[in-house]
């Protein structure tokens, strides 16, 4: 079902931290791969990390990042677009917030950003505890699928998603537009206040 942005800014804070597997084998594989390096104290900045092959997601993205970038266009908080193959633990680890966006593949986020969650799960899954999130969806017929897919990771990382996620389906319209500028903008705004 598709699920407008426009308009809402509700806050999703969760403190359920369901895992969907055994939390000692993480804690422990994790504590081995990233050692004892310190989290950063401060965190900074939007990340922007999306997927699109054919392009229509990333008209969509390219409307989200240009509305967030306007939104903080008076503050210094950073706003940095990368594709799903480029970013990783190290890009997540200095956010304050993640913009995830995808097309739906087989019922399931893209295998880029898949593998952006393979790269970032285990040196994060400790760090990152409550990192606000949103998440972009762009599909032909059904996009829950992907949207369950992206959501029971960010579960699994104990992330928030903080605004609903934008899902569209079909071809993209200019209220479509308006969707993804409203989502990046209310993000980007949300982290710069502190809201999130
Ligand atoms: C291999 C493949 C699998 C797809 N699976 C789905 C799907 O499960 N659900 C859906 O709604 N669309 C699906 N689509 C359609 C794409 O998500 C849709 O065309 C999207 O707009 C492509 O985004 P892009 O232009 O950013 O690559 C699939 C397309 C391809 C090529």
New binding site residues.
């Given amino acids: 079902m598709r699920e407008s942005a426009a308009g809402s800014c509700a806050l999703l804070v969760t403190t359920a931290r369901a895992r969907f597997c055994s939390a000692p084998y993480h804690h422990e594989v994790a504590r081995e791969i990233v050692g004892e390096e310190p989290v950063p104290e401060t965190r900074h900045g939007l990340l922007v990390v999306h997927h ?7 008209i969509l993205v390219e409307a989200a990042v240009g509305a967030a970038r306007a939104a903080v266009e008076d503050s210094d908080l950073p706003v940095e677009a990368l594709s799903a193959f480029e970013a990783g633990p190290d890009e997540v680890l200095r956010a304050s917030g993640v913009l995830l966006a995808t ?6 986020m893209s295998g880029a950003l898949k593998d952006f969650f393979e790269r970032i799960y285990h040196p994060c899954l400790e760090r990152t505890q409550g990192l606000p999130y949103a998440l972009l969806v ?6 829950s ?2 949207v369950a897919s992206v959501e029971r990771i960010a579960t699994g990382l104990a992330w928030r998603r903080v605004l609903p996620a934008l899902e569209v ?1 079909g071809e993209i319209r200019p209220e479509d537009l308006e969707a993804a500028a409203e989502l990046g903008g209310s993000l980007a705004a949300g982290l710069d206040t502190g809201v999130f």
């Fill in positions: 699109s092959r054919a392009g229509h997601t990333e097309p739906a593949r087989f019922g399931y762009k599909g032909d017929t059904d996009t699928g992907a389906v």
